[in-house]
């Protein structure tokens, strides 16, 4: 049984994965408790309740007294990733300026493409993406606001509310997206429209690109706005139901959902904007490594997931997370700020087969998640994952997993594995071996994707290696990154930490605002410019009741050279913006796009210019950077087992420790496996693992120059 304080109330945050559903729950002085349950793809719902009732168990509490004593409540959905990837989102109809009603269908170039694997870009034969909207629901409407935002052609209201009512009738819609041209720039006749559509279908959910995405980029706009319309209504019927469950539970403060940017927004915000719900549980695990690297002194980390579905990374580069911009999900391209997080199908369940075309072995994409998961998991999985790998290889071992609260059976993963490796003609420890050293591959490609091809070399970043399978892989790919020191943050609370970025997520909101301004910059339009952001997220901030005392604001310039579409940089504008503002911006532009692109590029590009503004307004959760809660003093001695380890492809007796006999150790040595209730930290041969800072483990893994990997004779095994 966890102590933790509750003197000023708990705070909780959970995670639904697409094996596991995760949960924290943290005190006022930072101290965390943790615990898993499995993820109930037909009904969330179920999997939070267990969650939230397995963890009030573990603290002695029932359900109903822990929600009564929690002043903070966050969630990271993956209903609206599901929707879009399962296509089982709302009947969309799109409104749109006439003339324009192909922009989606037309795409961009790279449309059919748009985030598949490289050998799909140089097919002959390709297909679109499913549409998003139900075929021929577009009307154009006779309207247009130009480019300065003056209006050319006034818009008909009688006339449109009619065509409306026609509209949503005939193609039988649920939502309606509304996105005319240069709306952004002056949104009369866009807002118009949808006091239109709420005037003749109260029920319809209604998407404005005014609200949801308000950048130039037509078709980016448009996507980004669709896809709100997709998943809203059945995020808006998800979110609610929680919150009504949650309340009827004990719960007294609003439910707070997590955003792909990094915050979380109340619920009744989130289900206005849905878009920003979509891969929040990734961002989460972002959020959390800040909290914590920053408390360390970090500020050079690469973050990785790897959890039963997906890896996932991202960076922190001068103690500040990466954006992005552009974002594609199931080849849909649309724009919205959020973390910078990418992902590849390289999990604990990621399913290994023998290539029809080659013979030879693959890994991915396809997971077998959490039903029916591995072969190990004996709920009717029968094809070799990653996680039948490690356990054949004795990476995981069967009557430690999780506790012991979830049995693997042993039998069922050499059974699967076996048959795999009789059609490669290996053992069956090379095919595990390889199936394990092919998925750690992988996810060392993405991470030299993220950093390599940026300029950065990850020999100079620190690892935060989190997730369920991320404790037990790390040695691996971070070793095939060029990466010797591994963080697994807060001790088994890794396993949970996505949920737990959730739990000390600081509320958001993000307001962008498109304007040209060019250099040499003229402070007077700057400073409009800005004051203009700052106004609207203010205003943002201050319609969810947020005291302005509390609000921390901060503006970044989007820069670039005119007619340069890519290598934009994001510029910190210091506030309030006055006179000299902009010699300060173009000097810090110089400086940022000499740094990323060399010396030298700024000469001949041009004039440079501002595009566009992207405010924040930031209130603290008042969560302190975290620490494991008190720990059961296990007094169980260290033992050892047999691992055949994938990297020297050799049995080796093998160390098992676990938090316990950690702490008594100081540091352990390789070959070592120290488990922890809901992972296990590999610690290969040459390498070592020791307690560090705020409930950290390191894991410093030997120098590949070293002959670090010949583990003396006396350890072989078999």
């Keep these: 049984m966890h102590s933790i304080n509750n003197s000023d109330g708990y705070s909780i945050g959970i995670d639904i994965g697409g094996t596991f559903t995760d949960c924290v729950v943290t005190d006022s002085r930072g101290q965390s408790v943790t615990t898993k349950a499995l993820s109930t793809s037909d009904d969330p719902v179920r999997g939070v309740r267990a969650a939230l009732s397995r963890l009030a168990e573990g603290m002695g509490r029932d359900s109903a007294s822990l929600l009564t004593h929690t002043r903070r409540f966050s969630h990271g959905t993956t209903i609206g990733t599901n929707a879009v990837l399962e296509h089982r989102g709302a009947r969309v109809g799109l409104v749109t300026t006439a003339g324009h009603g192909d922009t989606l269908a037309m795409m961009r170039g790279r449309g059919r493409v748009a985030g598949r694997p490289v050998e799909d870009v140089f097919r002959v ?200 911009e552009e974002k594609v999900i199931d080849r849909h391209t649309y724009r919205l700020t959020h973390l910078d997080v990418r992902s590849v199908a390289c999990g604990g369940g990621t399913i290994a087969r023998r290539d029809s075309v080659t013979g030879a072995m693959r890994v991915g994409p396809d997971s077998a998640g959490s039903d029916p998961g591995p072969a190990c998991y004996g709920r009717g999985g029968t094809q070799p994952t990653v996680t039948d790998a490690d356990v054949v290889l004795g990476l995981i071992r069967p009557e430690s997993f999780l506790e012991g609260r979830m049995q693997l059976d042993p039998e069922l993963s050499r059974a699967a594995v076996g048959r795999l490796a009789a059609q490669l003609g290996l053992t069956q420890e090379e095919t595990a071996a390889g199936i394990v050293n092919i998925n750690n591959m992988r996810a060392a490609t993405l991470i030299h994707q993220q950093t390599v091809e940026r300029g950065l070399d990850p020999r100079d970043f620190r690892l935060y290696a989190y997730g369920g399978a991320g404790p037990v892989h790390a040695f691996g790919f971070a070793a095939e990154a060029g990466v010797r020191e591994v963080i697994i943050p807060l001790g088994n609370g890794a ?224």
């Design 125 to 324: 034969q390709g297909s679109l993406p499913r549409p998003l909207i139900v075929p021929g629901a577009v009307l154009e409407v006779q309207e247009r606001v130009d480019r300065s935002g003056a209006v050319v052609v006034a818009l008909d209201a009688p006339q449109v509310r009619d065509e409306l009512r026609r509209f949503i009738a005939r193609h039988d819609l649920d939502a309606v997206a509304v996105v005319l041209l240069w709306s952004f720039v002056n949104p009369v006749h866009e807002r118009l429209i949808t006091q239109l559509v709420a005037e003749v279908s109260s029920e319809t959910y209604i998407s404005s690109s005014v609200n949801v995405s308000p950048r130039l980029g037509e078709f980016e706009r448009m996507v980004a706005t669709v896809i709100n319309a997709y998943v809203g209504p059945v995020s808006g019927r998800y979110m609610g139901r929680l919150a009504e469950e949650l309340k009827d539970g004990g719960l007294t403060t609003p439910l707070l959902i997590m955003q792909s940017n990094g915050g979380v927004l109340p619920a009744v915000e989130a289900v206005a904007a849905p878009l920003g719900t979509i891969d929040s549980g990734p961002a989460g695990g972002l959020a959390g490594v800040r909290e914590l690297a920053e408390a360390a002194g970090h500020d050079r980390v690469i973050t990785s997931d790897m959890g039963g579905t997906s890896f996932d990374i991202g960076l922190i580069v001068d103690g500040a997370p990466v954006m992005a």
């Design 495 to 718: 396993s949970t930490l996505s949920a737990y970025g959730i739990t000390v997520a600081d509320t958001l909101h993000c307001v962008e605002v498109e304007r040209t301004v060019k250099a040499p910059f003229d402070d007077g339009n700057l400073v409009n410019a800005v004051d203009e952001a700052v106004r609207r997220v203010r205003a943002a901030s201050e319609r969810a009741g947020t005291a302005a005392t509390a609000v921390r604001i901060s503006v970044h310039a989007l820069m670039r050279f005119e007619q340069q579409l890519a290598n934009a940089v994001e510029i910190p504008v210091p506030l309030p913006a006055q006179r000299g503002t902009g010699a300060l911006l173009l000097k810090r532009f110089n400086t940022e796009y000499a740094r990323r692109y060399g010396a030298g590029g700024t000469n001949v590009r041009g004039t440079a210019e501002v595009f566009a503004l992207r405010a924040e307004a930031r209130v603290s959760s008042d969560v302190p950077p975290g620490t494991q809660g008190a720990r059961r003093d296990d007094a169980g001695a260290a033992h050892t087992c047999e691992v055949y380890w994938p990297t020297i492809h050799r049995w080796l007796v093998t160390d098992v420790h676990n938090q316990a006999t950690l702490d008594r150790a100081g540091q352990v040595s390789g070959p070592a496996l120290v488990e922890l209730s809901h992972t296990t930290v590999c610690v290969p041969p040459g390498a070592t693992v020791f307690n560090g800072p705020h409930g950290h483990l390191t894991l410093h893994l030997p120098d590949p120059s070293a002959p670090c990997y010949n583990a003396p004779d006396a350890g072989v095994a078999r």
